[in-house]
Nanobody, 118 residues
Framework: QVQLVESGGGAVQAGGSLRLACAAS????????MAWYRQAPGEQRELAAS???????TYVDSVKGRFTISRDNVKNTMYLQMNNLKVEDTGVYYC????????????WGNGTLVTVSS
């Protein structure tokens, strides 16, 4: 069983940076693709970025060029470097892990709040 814990959220002014981390406990060898989702107040949760086990990255258009996703398979940790933050990036950021070699959900984290002010 895999559990995910996010950290690194906080309050920042527009143009600032934050680095989120998602630490996985349990059998890390079962983890395949990982992803960051975000949910703005009153909105649905949306995919922000994902990364395969071998490092292939995808981003939603609104964060391309500003966010960088990465992972350390030895530490079983995924990161999201967020630069040039905008007010519209405000929300709760969740990490998600899928089972290796499948799209089966392994776990969601409980989320970390990012607040960007103008």
């Amino acid at each position: 069983q895999v559990q995910l814990v996010e950290s690194g959220g906080g309050a920042v002014q527009a143009g600032g940076s934050l680095r989120l981390a998602c630490a996985a406990s349990g059998n890390g060898l079962t983890i395949g693709t990982m992803a960051w989702y975000r949910q703005a107040p009153g909105e649905q949760r949306e995919l922000a970025a994902s990364i395969s086990r071998n490092g292939d990255e995808t981003y939603v258009d609104s964060v391309k060029g500003r966010f960088t996703i990465s992972r350390d398979n030895v530490k079983n940790t995924m990161y999201l470097q967020m630069n040039n933050l905008k007010v519209e990036d405000t929300g709760v950021y969740y990490c998600k892990a899928e089972k290796r070699w499948s799209r089966i959900l392994l776990s969601w984290g409980n989320g970390t709040l990012v607040t960007v002010s103008s």
